[in-house]
């Protein structure tokens, strides 16, 4: 199966800081990349997929990049609405894997 | 407007059967891949199970912790997709969501339903 690394666990940050979440992935995913956000009680919400591109109403402070089997979301100026857990998932081959999450606080 | 709605969750005891089932509305279902994801309480996100549409030959594929235990499978004349869970254990125990999508790209989400297994 395909390990996702993610990375830091958890991450404290002052508003309109930059943030960066890294997942490594165990092998050549190309660009087989999402990410979630999961605020507390409530049903994951995907946010990039294809490693790069935003999903429907995600707003453009959210980037994903990938530097070979490296992938990154990057929140350019962290609102309070973005507090929460963010996760990492490979869609490459089944079965899926996703990172272990990423708890984003306020410092 | 997309909906998916689980139902079937509750307390179970350990070596039991329960089915889950997630009924959906607002899309095409026939033509789209179903998932469960599952969240133990505390825990992180696992995916469970996928089913591919009648274009896929309706394949299904397993996590190796549910594989041999858990069936996924659809009633497209329903737009429902179901996750039959036997032989339950204590770390079966968890929030499971349905979800579409195709290679990990999970758009629409269920609010979940919950699963516990304990005696």
């Known amino acids: 199966d395909i390990q996702m690394t993610q990375s830091p666990a958890s991450l404290s940050a002052s508003l309109e800081e930059v943030v960066t979440i890294t997942c490594q992935a165990s092998l050549d995913i190309g660009n087989w990349l999402a990410w979630y956000q999961q605020k507390p009680g409530k049903s994951p919400q995907f946010l990039i997929f294809g490693a790069t591109s935003l999903a429907d109403g995600v707003p453009s402070r959210f980037s994903g990049s990938r530097s070979g089997t490296q992938y990154s979301l990057k929140i350019s100026r962290l609102q309070v609405e973005d507090l929460g857990i963010y996760y990492c998932l490979q869609g490459y081959s089944a079965p899926y894997t996703f990172g272990a999450g990423t708890k984003l606080e306020l410092k | 407007e997309v909906q998916l709605v689980e139902t079937g969750g509750g307390l179970v005891q350990p070596g039991s059967s329960l089915k889950l089932s997630c009924a959906t509305s607002?899309?095409?279902?026939?033509?789209?891949?179903m998932n469960w994801v599952r969240q133990a309480p505390g825990k992180g996100l696992e995916w469970v199970a996928l089913i591919k549409d009648k274009y896929g030959n309706y394949e299904a594929n397993y996590a190796e912790s549910v594989k041999g235990r858990f069936t996924i499978s659809r009633d497209d004349s329903k737009s429902r997709v179901y996750l039959q869970m036997n032989t339950l254990r204590d770390q079966d125990t968890a929030t499971y969501y349905c979800?579409?999508?195709?290679?990990?790209?999970?758009?629409?989400w269920g609010q979940g339903v919950m699963v516990t297994v304990s005696s």
């Open positions: 607002g899309f095409t279902f026939s033509i789209t891949w």
């Open positions: 979800t579409r999508g195709i290679m990990g790209n999970f758009d629409y």
